[in-house]
Structures are given as structure tokens and as C-alpha cells.
């Protein structure tokens, strides 16, 4: 079953974000990095996404969720 969101948990979630700008993770299953951009709403969905960059300056989108399952933040 796929969630229904709502705006005001998805504003929630953005809101309450907190990765900087520009903070770098890895993909776990890959081992190239990213760096974080911005947690959004998906106008559709309502689904809280977050956007990141790769070194080719490629922007990605993945639902918020996921994006914890599937990178970690980069230790100084």
C-alpha cells in the first residue's frame, strides 16, 4: 500500500530537515558521493523528496525515506 500524504506532515518533514546545504553522502551501494541540496514536496504526491547533486553536476531526486536507506553522510 502506497502512503497518502498530507502537506502539513510533508512540511513537517522539510521544515525539521537536518542536513545542511551542501553536506556530502555516499551511496551505499555504489561508493560515489553527492551532495545534499534541499529536502522538497513533490507537487503530485505530496511525498517529502530530497534533491542532490552528483560530480558531474547531474541533480537527482529520491523520496525522503529512501534516501536513508540507501546513502550515508560523509565523516569529516
Sequence with gaps: MVKEWTVEESKNIVK??????GEIYI???NGNEYKFQGAEIHSE???PMVAYVDYEQTRWTRPYH???EKF????A
Design 27 to 29: 551511496n551505499k551501494k
Design 66 to 68: 529512501l534516501f536513508f
Design 72 to 75: 550515508f553522510k560523509k565523516e
Design 45 to 47: 504526491t505530496l511525498e
Design 16 to 21: 525539521n530537515c537536518k542536513i545542511a546545504e
